[in-house]
């Protein structure tokens, strides 16, 4: 058997944890696993306090007199009000996937008990867990019991059960980074990372190779459990579509209220600090308005930071899960 295709296989309790893998665990962090809304005040303060060391330098300007009202009178004003636009586009693109015609809708939920059906026929079970973790966790049991029955299976004589060993191992440590996805199940996103990057599609190429290359010489038991593993392969490529497909809409969802909520919040702030100044001083004390006009600042931003936390996630999950099958962009390695 050709020795390069199996070495492809890619344990999955790897992808994304390793600074050798796709990002290093603080950028993983970020970009994916953070909380979205810590990012978002993360990234205000830090705005707020680069402000106020600029003012405290002299680098920027407070003082009546100067361009700051007018900055928030109209500039600031006008892009707050814009985030309602956006608001309403990301509404809109979520709804549109929601709605659907009747038949449509059946289409879609008949596709989705076939999906759970197969996986249960396989496992053996007459139903699968609807928690999105514990169902992930179910394949990842029982592809791990059917390698061991593949392993078990190639100990006849005459195989070379040997050079099976490395497939064995990587698709058994895949199978329990899979089960170790039931911890995860308290973030659909969180979920999602742990199935980002080729590991699937590496093990895909893997099995299908073993298929075609030793099939005729393995005994129908054999064969039987890795057609199985396969399948369940193929499961794992659906099921990262159709949970990143519901990661990001409810990514989406919680967007869109937020930034209203943040939005409205903003402007409030943008009006008060801008009643701050009159045309010739302002009603706050020299120091006092440091500190106000920084943290002013930093709340008015905090829409966009909020905006740029949900993006990058969106961006990133889409990024490392465009592939569908065994075929995988350069990016998503």
Known sequence: MDGDEL?????????GTSDDDMMGSVAEWLLIDGNRLLITVGGSVLVGGIVYALIRLG??????????????????????????TVALSVNQLVLSRVFGSPSGLSDRLDATVDFRSTVEDIAGQTSSPNDPAR??????????????????????????????DDYLGNMREYADGLVDAREKDGSTVELVSTLLGPAYADNLVATKHLRRERGDELSPEANEHLDAVFELLKAIAMMRQFFKTMA???DLARLSRRLIYLGLFALLVTFCLTLVYT???????????????????????????????????????????????????????
């Not at 070495?7 to 992808?15: C, H, K, L």
């Not at 966790?137 to 099976?164: K, N």
């Not at 905006?307 to 995988?328: E, I, K």
């Open 7 to 15: 070495t492809q296989v890619r344990p999955a309790s790897e992808v």
């Open 59 to 84: 680098v920027l300007l407070v003082r009546p007199g100067t361009m700051l009202p007018t900055l928030l009178g109209s500039g600031v004003t006008s892009g707050l009000l814009t985030l309602v």
């Open 135 to 164: 169902f992930i966790s179910l394949v990842g049991v029982t592809m791990r019991d059917r390698v061991e029955r593949l392993s078990t299976a190639l100990r006849e004589p005459g195989l070379g059960e040997d050079s099976f």
């Open 248 to 250: 990001i809409h409810r």
């Open 279 to 333: 045309r010739s001083s302002v009603s706050l004390p020299p120091d006092v308005l440091v500190v106000a006009v920084s943290a002013g600042l930093a709340i008015i931003v905090s829409p966009v930071a909020l905006l740029s936390a949900y993006m990058l996630r969106v961006a990133t999950v889409s990024l490392y899960s465009v592939s569908v099958g065994p075929f995988v962009p350069p990016d998503e390695r």
